[in-house]
């Protein structure tokens, strides 16, 4: 039965862009969830548009995140 899983260790380089890719997502996020939430990044007179300018920053980040899970499985085959 093969294993979808090898003992096989990443290289230095493939670590090190994962580790820079999880960073970039959790910033993003983070900011996303920041320009929402905080009225120090925009004030609240922007209402919805703070809303969604802050939405799209977190799909951005989903969507970055996904990209680079998907790339990895690729380069494993």
Do not use: T, W
Not at 14 to 28: D, P
Not at 30 to 52: A, E, H, Q, R, W
């Amino acid at each position: 039965m093969p294993s979808r899983f090898h003992n096989k260790q990443k290289s230095l380089k493939r670590r090190f862009l994962l580790i820079l890719g999880s960073i970039a997502f959790v910033c993003f996020f983070v900011l996303g969830i920041m320009v929402i939430f905080s009225d120090k990044i925009l004030p609240d007179d922007y209402g919805y548009k703070k809303i969604v300018f802050g939405s799209l920053i977190i799909i951005y980040s989903v969507l970055r995140f996904a990209r680079l899970l998907k790339k990895e499985e690729v380069d494993e085959e």
